[in-house]
């Protein structure tokens, strides 16, 4: 982390930056990054000492929490305490006040996203983390790969309070419907349009013109999905269209087949297609699917981003019932 300029704080969802601390029993630092530690869930516990209350409700749980395949850390503020491998030291309390603040509990997803953090702290977060992780525990077995198509998918890209937010904007009165290629790139405000792909019906999107907005999405997808594709795919995001906000409601019409997001001229510069759900629990149907890869059906969670490459045939399925709201992106950069 630069000591330049600080990094907002750490938020769900958010990519933890790497960090390199030294043990208080000495010998290799603890970098959270390193082969032997990322792709497990590291949960963090910070404290002036090993006798704090949410550090040493860490140690008396750290053997429960190895056992399901999490990699426990306590982070102490001074001194060489303790002999303890799973106690670190943060000796100028940079990276302890972006994580978690001075008593916070903090756990990083085997993806090395955010899925708790908890400034209060304490030896209660430590408990509501570990029963957190106990629930999860299933969804970690090994098991049987499928065959599916070569989508990425990033849990928490959004909150429950981020995608109402969005949900709002798109329900506010005030932005007019315009016909499709009808001098869209002269918009200086939000406005809606009706998206007839293949003849459907049943989708209407509004586009984010507004500065506020447009920043407010572009902070979360920096933060949380572009570094994915970085990774992913070796691709670096560094440009969108105007971000949307799509509605699939009522009758779907048309002709039931999916599209490719690039074929035409003027939008051959997509690389990545990006939705997120914004509603998951209020409507059903509406999955995804990629035709050329099998069956299956896509359906994430209300705030997760489902990304693919933007030549991939793909439709989202008839909504059976409610009304699907989705951020919708389209990402691309310099090559």
């Not at 907002?8 to 030294?22: K, N, Q, S, T, W």
């Not at 198509?149 to 309070?161: F, I, T």
Request: proline share 7%; aromatic share 6%.
């Amino acid at each position: 982390m630069s000591a330049a300029k600080a990094p907002p704080p750490l938020e769900v969802g958010d990519v933890a930056p790497r960090f390199v601390l030294p043990r208080a029993a000495g010998g290799p630092p603890y970098d959270s990054e390193s082969d032997s530690i990322i792709g497990r869930v590291q949960v963090l516990a910070f404290g002036q000492g090993p006798a704090s209350a949410g550090p040493a409700r860490l140690i008396a749980r750290a053997s429960e929490l190895a056992a399901l395949g999490c990699v426990p850390l306590v982070v102490i503020r001074r001194g060489q305490e303790g002999a303890r491998p799973d106690i670190a030291v943060d000796a100028d309390g940079r990276m302890t006040a972006h994580f978690g603040g001075p008593d916070g509990v903090v756990v990083i997803g085997r993806n090395g996203h955010a899925l708790v953090v908890d400034r209060i702290g304490g030896a209660a977060a430590v408990d509501r983390a570990a029963e957190l992780l106990r629930g999860l525990a299933a969804d970690w077995r090994p098991k049987p790969a499928e065959r599916q198509a070569p989508v990425l998918m990033v849990p928490n890209a959004m909150s429950r309070a981020d995608c109402r937010r969005l949900i709002d904007v798109y329900n506010a009165a005030g932005a007019p419907i315009v016909e499709p290629g009808h001098g869209v790139q002269n918009q200086k405000s939000d406005y809606k349009m009706r998206i007839p792909d293949y003849g459907r019906k049943d989708r209407i999107d509004h586009w984010i013109v507004n500065p506020e907005t447009m920043a407010f999405v572009n902070d979360r997808l920096q933060r949380r999905v572009f570094p994915e594709i970085r990774k992913a795919f070796q691709y670096k995001i560094t440009r969108h269209e105007r971000y949307r906000i799509g509605c699939y409601e009522g009758e779907r019409g048309g002709m039931a087949h999916g599209h490719r997001d690039n074929t035409q001229p003027n939008v051959a510069h997509r690389r990545f297609a990006c939705s997120i759900n914004l509603n998951a629990e209020d409507f059903e149907g509406g999955e995804l699917v990629f035709p050329e890869y099998g069956d299956q059906r896509f359906s994430p969670a209300t705030g997760e981003a489902v990304v693919f490459s933007s030549s991939m045939l793909h439709e989202p399925l008839h909504v059976t019932a409610g009304r699907r709201m989705v951020l919708l992106a389209f990402l691309f950069g310099e090559v």
